[in-house]
């Protein structure tokens, strides 16, 4: 599908989203937006749904000899999350990656700040979260 802009395609999700919302299959949403393009995707969801928003920082954490290449990731205060097979194939382990994982934890923790300006990350539990990207 393609839309004319994020608010257009924001829009649209919202539709089908509400849809669900409406039969009761999507109770007590909270969408959650990566940022920096899912934010405005995210925000006409929000709206449709009458939903808290809020950001979701995540950080991919790459190959030490390619940092585009993922074999983990990152979010909030919880472990990292490695691709085991991956590593293996590569001859990684989970501490080979230990200076990738601080600097890439260094990084999400400076985004959330800016991003949430001090407002603690929203309680998830009993809601639905609605994981919102632009791609």
Do not use: C, N, W
Not at 41 to 55: C, F, H, Q, T
Request: charged share 35%.
């Amino acid at each position: 599908m393609q839309f004319r802009d994020r608010k257009e395609a924001g829009q649209e999700l919202a539709e089908q989203l509400r849809i669900r919302q409406d039969k009761g299959t999507l109770p007590h949403p909270v969408i959650l937006a990566l940022p920096r393009g899912g934010v405005a995707v995210a925000r006409e969801i929000a709206r449709a749904l009458e939903a808290p928003l809020d950001v979701l920082v995540v950080r991919k954490i790459g190959a030490p000899f390619h940092e585009e290449f993922g074999v983990g990731a990152l979010a909030g205060d919880g472990p990292p999350l490695f691709d085991e097979a991956t590593l293996y194939r590569l001859g990684l382990s989970e501490a080979d990656l230990a200076p990738v994982v601080e600097r890439e934890r260094k990084e999400l923790r400076r985004r959330e700040e800016r991003y949430r300006r001090g407002r603690p990350a929203p309680q998830l539990r009993g809601r639905t979260a609605v994981v919102v990207d632009d791609g």
